[in-house]
């Protein structure tokens, strides 16, 4: 269901830039993009007023590694 709510949202919200399906206990991770830590605050406070969004959990992705 929340999968659904975020590519109905990702239409309207550029912050929502991408959407990945996993296993275990997060079902849907959405990729947001913010300016601020202030604009990834309002980004979440949109995304756990939507219907569907059981709960919100943040990760940073600090670096990428090439294999």
């Keep these: 269901m929340a ?3 975020f590519l109905v949202a990702r239409r309207s919200d550029q912050a929502i830039s991408g959407l990945h399906t996993t296993h275990g206990c997060r079902a849907t991770v959405a990729e947001l993009l913010a300016d601020s830590l202030e604009a990834l605050s309002h980004v979440r406070g949109r995304i756990r007023l939507m219907d569907g969004v ?3 959990e943040t990760n940073r992705l600090l670096s990428t590694s090439k294999l």
């Design 3 to 5: 999968q659904k709510t």
């Design 54 to 56: 059981p709960n919100i």
